[in-house]
């Protein structure tokens, strides 16, 4: 999983979350108080306005939102001083409904006027406690989800942070056992102990790899891409489909019109430099 990339978009994604749950169960309850009030035939309200209602209620919400999310960031609950966040989240809540409030008051308003009529809001008092406690449940709810969400991010990362640190040390470990420092090497019916660091160059020879090492040649049985692969920890390329040269024992190179070259080894001895390995040949050494 990319969690930089749901760092970087963890807040837009939990804001499309909310804007999604608000919209599908405001538009519930929109449906619902239109159906109440049609239930005794010819409703006394416009099939507008439930859905101006419930639609400015949460476009409110959402704007409120992100200043909620950073103050429940700057007051995480937690055990210690109850009264203490008893009282901060208190005040978080009238302020949240306060907000809510006036936000939505002034849409529902401006909706109105639209449509040629007038929004009666009722008695302030009145209202604003009516409001008040539905809003201070909503903020409750959006404290949880908050503080919930948070929590479950940072385990999940935590533990993609250690299955990610257990893969990095596996290949880790599989570099370094892919990288030998020694081959044992049957030759004549003896074993050979070849330090991979006295090689020269390895030479393809069917299903087998020669092994130049002080001037003798070791047969292993494994492919040049195989075991150029295996050795490119300890400074080893392939400069050609039939050889791989240790950087180590290179003197010189030199390149030729046609974008191959030769490589001169230490040794004396010239090897072929393909031009389809010569820029990856080049940028391992650098």
Known sequence: MNWQRIDNNRVLLGYFAAALYLFINNTINALSVWTEHSRQGEPSIA???????EYTSALSVLVILPLLFHFFSRFPLHFAQPKKQLLVHLLGSVVFASLHILLMVTLREMGYAINGGDYDFGPLAREFWYE??????????WMVVYNVTQIVYARLKGEASV????EQEAQAQDSQRAAPEHFLVKKLDKEFLVKVADIEYLESAGNYVNLYSQGRIYP???TLGELCQRLSAKGFSRIHRSYGVNHNAVDSISYQPSGDGEITLKSGKKLNLSRRYKDEFKQSLS
């Open 132 to 141: 008040y406690r539905k809003d201070a449940w909503g903020y409750v709810i």
């Open 220 to 222: 292993l049985r494994s």
């Open 163 to 166: 299955i990610a640190g257990s």
């Open 47 to 53: 099939l507008w306005e439930p859905f101006l209602w």
